[in-house]
């Protein structure tokens, strides 16, 4: 008994070390908690060097949104409103890794999140100084709230000094292109 309970700690920190691996979250995982509307929504990540296209995005529940990138090295990260740049401290965030690095055209691959309720998702590229040049975006902006507003949020990041990457690669999906001219 005593080397079984031995045995069942090695295992807990064996799998510790594997769930710190960067995971994501499928559709079909998502489609257990909402329905899938089959709308996808695309958005230009890397537009004029740092900004995203559409960076104001209306979307239902259900709705997949899914970012294209242009080079460089860019990538997705949640914040909340008030502190752009930097993760949600919940530990939360969607965040898609640096796995989109292109010299030319677009990345071959694409990250997805499903949206599951109507809540503002803000968010922003943690690349160099990205996200202080204004590459941030939202989700469901409640446009009858102008203190809540992308152009605020906008100014917030300026005012940072550094963005923070996540610490783990979470909460959407990595997948090969299927939508090449999405977006453009
Ligand atoms: C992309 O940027 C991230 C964050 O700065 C960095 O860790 C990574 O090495 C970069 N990748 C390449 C290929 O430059
Ligand atoms: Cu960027």
Redesign the pocket.
């Known amino acids: 008994m005593h080397s079984f309970g031995t045995f069942t700690i090695l295992s807990l920190a064996a799998a510790a070390t594997i769930s710190a691996a960067p995971t994501a979250t499928t559709a079909e995982e998502a489609s257990n908690t909402v329905t899938l509307t089959g709308v996808t929504h695309s958005v230009i990540a890397g537009l004029g060097h740092s900004l995203f296209d559409p960076d104001n995005v209306v979307a239902d529940i259900g709705d997949v949104v899914e970012w294209h990138f242009l080079p460089?090295?860019h990538?997705i990260a949640q914040s909340n409103f008030a502190e752009p740049c930097q993760p949600l401290s919940d530990g939360t965030s969607f965040f898609s890794g640096?796995n989109f690095?292109t010299q030319q055209n677009q990345a071959p691959d694409v990250f997805q999140i499903v949206v599951k309720d109507k809540n503002p998702i803000w968010y922003y590229c943690?690349?160099?100084i990205h996200c202080q040049e204004g590459m941030v975006g939202v989700i469901n902006q409640q446009f009858d709230n102008p203190d809540f507003s992308l152009s605020k949020y906008k100014e917030l990041a300026a005012e940072t000094r550094i963005s923070i990457?996540p610490p783990v690669q979470q909460g959407g999906d990595v997948i090969a292109n299927p939508n090449p001219l999405g977006g453009f």
Do not use: A, Y
């Open positions: 460089q090295n990538s640096f690095v943690p690349g160099q990457v």
